[in-house]
């Protein structure tokens, strides 16, 4: 192997492995010593190709704190997918190639102050907002953080006891009454939850309402986090309503990234 290929990854083991559903899955790798990030950023992980020859790449959301001694992913498994579907045949033990440099820009502090930031997910674009919900300074610069986690279908809603406990965790324990979890089912909804598209429930107050708290651009801040159509229809709607992207150079009200 070309040594100055492999100086640019390592290649760690699967320590633990979840299936929520037949097409999702949560994994974690050993993390190696030197590995940093922040809360937001995302990690290369690649898989050999086999008798194909090469690699395969592809980038993932660290779900896991920064402090954490392991790297927690998330993951759609697409039947047909060129990386997702040998992850998924995977066990502990098994190896995983990662790059050694966390990537992206998708962070918390990117946006200005505010009193509330919004968390606004579909599927696995929830993965980076777990890592962020496990940074203290996050709870102590918002007076409200409003998790929106959208999915077709309610078994697609992982980690609600993970996000439920968020709440009291001894760092942040006085703060911990500022989150709310809004769970959305847009097909076959139980009774009670929200059942529209994220763009939607902001076009129509729906979001406000179930949070109890009114937007605004002097007070509302944005994340937004998941499959391409959703980001680009929420961030439209957004922008309609006054807010703007926040960029090094003129601080807005919303940063933005892509789940795949």
């Given at each position: 192997?070309?040594?100055?290929?492999?100086?640019?990854?390592?290649?760690?083991?699967?320590?633990?492995?979840?299936?929520?559903?037949?097409?999702?899955?949560?994994?974690?790798?050993?993390?190696?010593?030197?590995?940093?990030?922040?809360?937001?950023?995302?990690?290369?992980?690649?898989?050999?190709?086999?008798?194909?020859?090469?690699?395969?790449?592809?980038?993932?959301?660290?779900?896991?704190?920064?402090?954490?001694?392991?790297?927690?992913?998330?993951?759609?498994?697409?039947?047909?997918?060129?990386?997702?579907?040998?992850l998924?045949?995977?066990?502990?033990?098994?190896?995983?190639?990662?790059?050694?440099?966390?990537?992206?820009f998708?962070?918390?502090?990117?946006?200005?102050?505010?009193?509330d930031?919004?968390?606004?997910?579909?599927?696995?674009?929830?993965?980076?907002?777990?890592?962020?919900?496990?940074?203290?300074?996050?709870?102590?610069?918002?007076?409200?953080?409003?998790?929106?986690?959208?999915?077709?279908?309610?078994?697609?809603?992982?980690y609600?006891?993970?996000?439920a406990?968020?709440?009291?965790?001894?760092?942040?324990?006085?703060?911990?009454?500022?989150?709310?979890?809004?769970?959305?089912?847009?097909?076959?909804?139980?009774?009670?939850?929200?059942?529209?598209?994220?763009?939607?429930?902001?076009?129509?107050?729906?979001?406000?309402?179930?949070?109890?708290?009114?937007?605004?651009?002097?007070?509302?801040?944005?994340?937004?986090?998941?499959?391409?159509?959703?980001?680009?229809?929420?961030?439209?709607?957004?922008?309609?309503?006054?807010?703007?992207?926040?960029?090094?150079?003129?601080?807005?009200?919303?940063?933005?990234?892509?789940?795949?």
């Open positions: 192997m070309d040594t100055a290929i492999e100086e640019k990854y390592t290649v760690q083991p699967i320590l633990w492995l979840r299936r929520w559903a037949d097409n999702l899955l949560s994994f974690r790798l050993q993390r190696p010593d030197a590995y940093r990030f922040e809360p937001g950023q995302f990690a290369r992980l690649g898989l050999p190709l086999g008798e194909q020859g090469g690699q395969v790449w592809r980038a993932y959301s660290m779900c896991s704190a920064v402090t954490d001694e392991y790297l927690e992913f998330y993951s759609i498994v697409v039947p047909d997918g060129q990386f997702s579907s040998r998924a045949r995977l066990q502990p033990g098994d190896e995983v190639m990662l790059d050694k440099k966390a990537m992206g998708f962070l918390a502090d990117r946006l200005p102050p505010g009193k930031l919004w968390l606004l997910a579909t599927g696995t674009g929830l993965a980076p907002y777990l890592s962020i919900l496990q940074d203290p300074a996050q709870w102590q610069r918002f007076d409200r953080i409003v998790l929106a986690h959208c999915v077709r279908h309610a078994g697609e809603l992982s609600q006891d993970f996000i406990e968020l709440s009291e965790h001894p760092l942040w324990d006085k703060h911990g009454h500022k989150l709310q979890y809004l769970p959305i089912v847009t097909r076959d909804a139980p009774e009670g939850v929200l059942n529209e598209r994220i763009p939607a429930l902001l076009a129509n107050g729906g979001l406000e309402r179930a949070a109890g708290l009114a937007m605004s651009p002097e007070n509302s801040r944005f994340m937004i986090c998941g499959n391409p159509a959703m980001v680009e229809d929420t961030h439209r709607q957004l922008m309609k309503m006054g807010y703007r992207m926040s960029r090094q150079s003129a601080p807005g009200h919303l940063v933005l990234e892509n789940g795949w």
